[in-house]
């Protein structure tokens, strides 16, 4: 059990997330499936480890596969092993993780990404007890309690067809849903705190003499789209490039790629490719044009249309072109783009959450 603590990093103190710490402590004896929904860098990895520290299988060997790491061949050769001669190189049997993983715990991360033959054999396994590894006729029975993860809405994707919805029945039997950063605000100066003091000891400092209250602000308003992955790249980051460990840390970088110096990218949509590139001052242009107006960027597009079309998609997808050209224009900033594309602050932020842009877009970069 001390293995696990020692790595614990399931800190916090918010309602939300102190309901989690309960429910995973009720589920955790029992030798039933558990699914884990949450945004990515919410702590769903840290979850499945709590789980199976806590149970009567924490002497027993906890295995992780993330799924969306292989392809569905090598998937199903890692998690259900193969015989000899299964398949080129296959030269000798190989155990997979199910049954390295027997008495213990198998943690699969990504499950949305698997393939119907791979849910299909999952389902055998939580159903009976057993599987055939690949090249094999002969059934193999394991005793492996299984926990995945996902940042995926399972159940529209077993609507839509997309996953088995007998699976999800089967993985089901309770749900751990982890609460977004943001919505934990009384969260992250503790968790910022704690990482920051742990860099600190890393980079052998005599000490860590907290955040200023610019640092604060900046830390709470933020949305933390990549959560506290992203928090911790972010406070880590802060701590190294301070200077003098006797003063308290002042600087937050949001966005290590924000620079005047960052190239402009190209962003491919389903329809066309979306080149970004600086508009030049010709002599068509109107000579009262503002500064920002002719140092600005422009988006030219090659529109590949076959009728009939899908006017709200175009219409979407148009949007969101100039949105990320205006972000990406504005160095991230929301304040200055809102401003670019002559929207209000809060306009902009109901578009930026319609079509999923907030990752990477900071508030303002006074920070």
């Known amino acids: ?43 769903k990895e840290l979850v499945a480890a709590r789980l199976h520290y806590l149970s009567k299988r924490w002497e027993q060997n906890y295995l992780k596969l993330n799924c969306a790491a292989l392809n569905e061949s090598l998937l199903e050769s890692e998690l259900f092993g193969y015989e000899a001669g299964a398949f080129t190189g296959a030269q000798k049997r190989r155990e997979g ?16 990404n698997t393939s119907g033959l791979i849910q299909e054999k999952l389902l055998r396994v939580i159903e009976y007890g057993e599987f055939e590894r690949v090249g094999g006729s002969r059934s193999v029975k394991v005793d492996v309690r299984l926990v995945a993860a996902t940042n995926e809405d399972l159940p529209s994707l077993a609507a839509s067809g997309e996953f088995r919805p007998d699976l999800l029945d089967r993985l089901a039997f309770d749900v751990i849903t982890l609460p977004p950063l943001r919505e934990r605000q009384e969260d992250i100066m503790m968790l910022a705190e704690h990482f920051a003091i742990n860099m600190a000891r890393e980079l052998e400092m ?14 709470l308003d933020y949305d933390w789209p990549g959560n506290i992955r992203e928090l911790k790249n972010v406070v880590e980051r802060a701590v190294y490039r301070s200077n003098n460990p006797h003063l308290p840390v002042h600087h937050i970088v949001l966005d290590p790629f924000e620079s005047v110096f960052r190239p402009k990218g190209r962003i491919k949509t389903q329809d066309r490719i979306t080149t970004v590139v600086p508009t030049a001052v010709t002599d068509a242009e109107p000579m009262n044009e503002s500064k920002d107006t002719q140092s600005a960027s422009v988006i030219v597009t090659a529109p590949q249309h076959q009728f009939p079309v899908d006017l709200k998609t175009l219409s979407q997808e148009f949007e969101i072109d100039l949105i990320t050209q205006a972000l990406a224009d504005s160095q991230y900033n929301q304040k200055k783009t809102a401003e670019k594309l002559s929207l209000t602050y809060h306009q902009l932020r109901g578009y930026l959450k319609k079509y999923n842009l907030l990752d990477g877009a900071s508030e303002d970069v006074d920070n």
Request: no cysteine; proline share 3%; charged share 25%.
């Open 1 to 43: 059990m001390s293995r696990f603590r020692q790595q614990d990093n399931l800190l916090g103190q918010s309602n939300s997330f102190l309901e989690v710490l309960e429910q995973i402590s009720q589920i955790a004896p029992l030798n039933k499936p558990v699914l884990i929904i949450g945004e990515r860098g919410t702590g």
């Open 97 to 112: 993780r199910f049954e390295v993983a027997h008495n213990g715990t198998l943690f699969l991360d990504e499950l949305a």
């Open 206 to 219: 005599e000490l860590f003499s907290g955040f200023t209250e610019k640092a604060k602000r900046t830390l």
